[in-house]
């Protein structure tokens, strides 16, 4: 892998869908968002750095672990909590349909959360997939991400 230089202006052009995020949702909801769609997009430097984000928030490592593999712990998780998993799951993996976002989770999210709400929800997982789709294009070191610790490089799956 030989990282290629990502221009700060590029990188910058994506911050304000993820501050939309955080400044119109619950930040664990958020941090379920951003955890989630980089475990499946499978983004190595994402992957660091939002696990050192959810460590930071004060999240445990196991946590971070259930809910990047979440389908396997649902039960583990609050409706609420497993709804935003949902949505993100659904803004992540576009099926070959026009109607990932069904309207049956639709319903259920903004009877739930709103309208507003929702609309930050999916403006968060819109900018998270993009950076992850960055950091895979750009093969982005995620061992120059500050503050990370040993937990935060390794797959999921390698766990």
Known sequence: MTPR????????????????LRDNTDPDHA????VRATAVNGCPVCTA?????????????????KVEQ???????FSETEALVLELADALTELEDTPESLSEDLW???TEAFGE????????GAVGVNSYNRLGIAFQQDPKKV??????????????
């Not at 979440?70 to 583990?76: D, G, I, L, P, Q």
């Open 49 to 65: 750095i939002h696990r050192r984000n959810a460590r930071e928030h004060g999240w445990s490592e196991d946590y971070i672990l």
């Open 146 to 159: 500050l503050r990370v610790t040993e937990f935060d490089l390794v797959p999921a799956e390698e766990r």
């Open 107 to 109: 319903e259920r999210a």
């Open 116 to 123: 507003e709400y929702v609309r930050a929800l999916i403006v």
């Open 5 to 20: 230089h990502v221009p700060k202006e590029i990188i910058e052009m994506f911050y304000p869908p993820m501050q939309f």
């Open 31 to 34: 941090h379920l968002v951003c």
């Open 70 to 76: 979440w389908t396997r712990h649902a039960r583990e």
